[in-house]
């Protein structure tokens, strides 16, 4: 029998009107718990009681140390409430040199009513990272979890309730994009949404935003290079490119997919590497299983997708499948599971065997994001050559390279547009660093940092006279006579 989950508004559980999700395991294909989810009346009666918890001012005005209070209910991802809640207690306000007998201080106010849209991978952390800059800016949040996830973000919500967070001041809402989140988005009363997904769902949402002159941050698609130079620890940059581009299954923004190496050492590096997924594949089985290397795909239409891409790769464009290419079958030989009943797909590497054949780049592998296991290797000569091709996408997000050269890597990482470049790491991430694109594909603004903060205010400018009565009766603009005056 399967559980049944509501909506999360006010401070308590509600039934929704929108249709009931699905939720399935990804490793069996079992559908495990059904979800409630909003319609746009859920929507609108959401959205006016965020309103009225924000006006209200029991968050919004509250004392911001409080959600330091937070911090032992979210134990996994407790840095990013401890560094938001830093950041309160040692920000410093602007006081600017305004001409005059005039103090005029900067001060950061709440947007009001923001939403807030995760994906599927990563689906608590994610919503950790949006949520607690929007919360430590003082806002009524409204919470969107993927259709595919929304389960922990439901849980998330009875947390901060049993961590001291007002009635109101978070809602989470689960449902389709089509319907719960286009009702969000458009919201008159809505200031500013904050959405992970891809490109083209970033788009959408954000012509809709736009409409209504509301503040957007949007973390989008990544095709993220991994440059390997000739003099790189070739141990470390093989395990890098395993990290880098198989956590996760390969299902996230800045996974390494195209993977670049230098000639002299490609062999080396293709060997070493198709040893590596070899032995991951070995090791698939149960997500339950705490010895399993790699789980499923999120579902069967990603797999497909994926699928579709590698097949394109390799039958119409020769590319050579050193490790993986096809759905996982059968049964697994670390722990039996069977394959067949859940979205499992190997880790994969696509090649040329020779390592500066450039005909991989019309590719659809290489250009489209598969969020999937799956790498396509190419060579190269010189360092002009590595970046042109790091740069050979229209996405900018993240990106990495190995070398033990410190100037280079200092002269190949300005070079490279992406937001994020790793240098002998891959996949780091704090809160106090900043996450975002470079390129529009890849979204705009970022998340982490003082940024992140910034971009749920605003900023508000008070000016106070503290001039005598006399200097102030010399400022009569409708004096009568003629006499100096001032404007401005």
């Given at each position: 029998?399967?559980?049944?989950?509501?909506?999360?508004?006010?401070?308590?559980?509600?039934?929704?009107?929108?249709?009931?999700?699905?939720?399935?395991?990804?490793?069996?294909?079992?559908?495990?718990a059904?979800?409630?989810?909003?319609?746009?009346?859920?929507?609108?009666?959401?959205?006016?009681?965020?309103?009225?918890?924000?006006?209200?001012?029991?968050?919004?005005?509250?004392?911001?140390?409080?959600?330091?209070?937070?911090?032992?209910?979210?134990?996994?991802?407790?840095?990013?409430?401890?560094?938001?809640?830093?950041?309160?207690?040692?920000?410093?306000?602007?006081?600017?040199?305004?001409?005059?007998?005039?103090?005029?201080?900067?001060?950061?106010?709440?947007?009001?009513?923001?939403?807030?849209?995760?994906?599927?991978?990563?689906?608590?952390?994610?919503?950790?990272?949006k949520?607690a800059?929007?919360?430590?800016?003082?806002?009524?949040?409204?919470?969107?979890?993927?259709?595919?996830?929304?389960?922990?973000?439901?849980?998330?919500?009875?947390?901060?309730?049993e961590?001291?967070?007002?009635?109101?001041?978070?809602?989470?809402?689960?449902?389709?994009?089509?319907?719960?989140?286009?009702?969000?988005?458009?919201?008159?009363?809505?200031?500013?949404?904050?959405?992970?997904?891809g490109?083209?769902?970033?788009?959408?949402?954000?012509?809709?935003?736009?409409?209504?002159?509301?503040?957007?941050?949007?973390?989008?698609?990544?095709?993220?290079?991994?440059?390997?130079?000739?003099?790189?620890?070739?141990?470390?940059?093989?395990n890098?490119?395993?990290?880098?581009?198989?956590?996760?299954?390969?299902?996230?923004?800045?996974?390494?997919?195209?993977?670049?190496?230098?000639?002299?050492?490609y062999?080396?590096?293709?060997?070493?590497?198709?040893?590596?997924?070899?032995?991951?594949e070995?090791?698939?089985?149960?997500?339950?299983?705490p010895?399993?290397?790699?789980?499923?795909?999120?579902?069967?239409?990603?797999?497909?997708?994926?699928?579709?891409?590698?097949?394109?790769?390799?039958?119409?464009?020769?590319?050579?499948?050193?490790?993986?290419?096809?759905?996982?079958?059968?049964?697994?030989?670390?722990?039996?599971?069977?394959?067949?009943?859940?979205?499992?797909?190997?880790?994969?590497?696509?090649?040329?065997?020779?390592?500066?054949?450039?005909?991989?780049?019309?590719?659809?592998?290489?250009?489209?994001?598969?969020?999937?296991?799956v790498?396509?290797?190419?060579?190269?000569?010189?360092?002009?050559?590595?970046?042109?091709?790091?740069?050979d996408?229209?996405?900018?997000?993240?990106?990495?390279?190995?070398?033990?050269?410190?100037?280079?890597?200092?002269?190949?990482?300005?070079?490279?547009?992406?937001?994020?470049?790793w240098?002998?790491?891959?996949?780091?991430?704090?809160?106090?660093?900043?996450?975002?694109?470079a390129?529009?594909?890849?979204?705009?603004?970022?998340?982490?940092g003082?940024?992140?903060?910034?971009?749920?205010?605003?900023?508000?400018?008070?000016?106070?006279?503290?001039?005598?009565?006399?200097?102030?009766?010399?400022?009569?603009?409708?004096?009568?006579?003629?006499?100096?005056?001032?404007?401005?």
């Amino acid at each position: 029998m399967t559980t049944e989950h509501l909506l999360w508004i006010g401070g308590a559980e509600r039934t929704g009107n929108g249709e009931l999700i699905p939720v399935e395991n990804p490793a069996t294909g079992e559908i495990i718990a059904h979800c409630h989810s909003a319609s746009q009346e859920d929507v609108v009666s959401a959205v006016e009681l965020a309103h009225a918890t924000y006006k209200s001012g029991i968050w919004s005005r509250a004392p911001r140390r409080a959600i330091r209070e937070m911090n032992a209910q979210v134990p996994s991802l407790v840095k990013w409430f401890r560094y938001y809640a830093a950041l309160l207690r040692t920000e410093e306000r602007s006081v600017l040199p305004t001409v005059g007998k005039l103090h005029n201080f900067l001060d950061r106010r709440p947007l009001g009513v923001v939403v807030q849209i995760a994906p599927f991978n990563h689906p608590l952390l994610i919503a950790v990272k949006k949520l607690a800059p929007a919360l430590a800016a003082g806002n009524s949040v409204l919470l969107k979890p993927s259709e595919l996830t929304p389960i922990t973000s439901l849980m998330l919500g009875k947390i901060m309730k049993e961590a001291g967070l007002p009635d109101g001041v978070l809602s989470v809402l689960p449902g389709y994009g089509a319907t719960t989140g286009k009702a969000l988005v458009e919201h008159p009363l809505v200031k500013k949404v904050d959405v992970t997904g891809g490109t083209t769902a970033g788009r959408a949402i954000g012509e809709i935003v736009g409409r209504n002159l509301a503040k957007y941050t949007a973390e989008l698609g990544g095709k993220a290079p991994l440059v390997v130079f000739k003099d790189a620890d070739l141990d470390a940059a093989v395990n890098g490119i395993a990290f880098g581009a198989f956590i996760a299954s390969g299902q996230t923004c800045v996974a390494a997919t195209r993977i670049i190496v230098h000639e002299s050492i490609y062999d080396k590096v293709l060997q070493r590497l198709t040893t590596r997924a070899n032995s991951i594949e070995r090791r698939m089985g149960s997500p339950k299983n705490p010895e399993c290397m790699m789980g499923p795909l999120i579902s069967e239409r990603q797999l497909k997708n994926v699928a579709e891409l590698v097949d394109e790769a390799s039958l119409y464009h020769e590319l050579i499948l050193q490790a993986g290419g096809n759905r996982l079958e059968g049964h697994s030989e670390l722990d039996d599971t069977n394959f067949s009943k859940g979205y499992y797909f190997p880790p994969t590497i696509l090649a040329k065997s020779n390592a500066t054949d450039r005909s991989m780049l019309s590719t659809r592998i290489w250009r489209e994001e598969a969020f999937g296991p799956v790498v396509v290797v190419v060579g190269f000569r010189t360092e002009e050559e590595a970046i042109e091709l790091a740069n050979d996408s229209e996405f900018g997000l993240g990106a990495a390279i190995w070398t033990r050269d410190l100037a280079q890597a200092f002269r190949v990482s300005e070079q490279i547009d992406a937001g994020i470049v790793w240098v002998n790491t891959h996949h780091r991430n704090d809160p106090s660093s900043p996450w975002g694109g470079a390129k529009s594909s890849s979204g705009v603004g970022s998340e982490n940092g003082i940024d992140a903060y910034h971009a749920y205010t605003t900023t508000k400018s008070t000016i106070i006279n503290y001039a005598s009565a006399e200097e102030m009766a010399a400022e009569d603009w409708f004096k009568e006579g003629a006499g100096n005056v001032r404007y401005g």
